[in-house]
């Protein structure tokens, strides 16, 4: 079950559900062995774990991983390498973390033109460092 590691902790640990070896570079789909059933409304969110992306270069490529709550399957984390060294993942170990959050469900709707702002349309690092 994912749990916690502090009183603090925004995150719940998942732990892989089973070993695999990642080379430099590589992209691999580590099963967790657990599913979950989201309320309408809500999303959870897998995120990497800080001390595995900076002690062994290891993050999720697509980080944050959105689980919408129509989805029953298991939860899976994509793992990627960005280390020199081979990295090996083991059962039980902790390889990412679970946020549960409340979706916002908007509407868009087409228009010909956009109300004006200070900033317009610069994006970028138009602000500044």
Do not use: W
Not at 11 to 20: M, T
Not at 86 to 100: C, E, Y
């Amino acid at each position: 079950m994912p749990s916690r590691a502090t009183a603090g902790s925004a995150g719940y640990d998942l732990c892989s559900a089973e070993d695999g070896l990642l080379e430099p570079l590589a992209r691999k789909l580590f099963g967790t062995g657990f599913s979950v059933a989201i309320p309408t409304g809500f999303e959870i969110q897998i995120r990497p774990r800080s001390g595995l992306g900076y002690r062994h270069g290891v993050t999720l490529p697509n980080a944050p991983a959105t689980i919408d709550s129509d989805y029953r399957g298991e939860l899976k984390v994509a793992l990627v390498n960005l280390g020199q060294e081979p990295f090996a993942v083991t059962r039980g170990m902790r390889i990412a973390q679970l946020i549960v959050a409340q979706v916002e469900q908007a509407e868009f709707r087409e228009v010909e033109d956009l109300p004006g702002t200070h900033r317009g349309h610069a994006g970028f690092g138009s602000t500044g460092i």
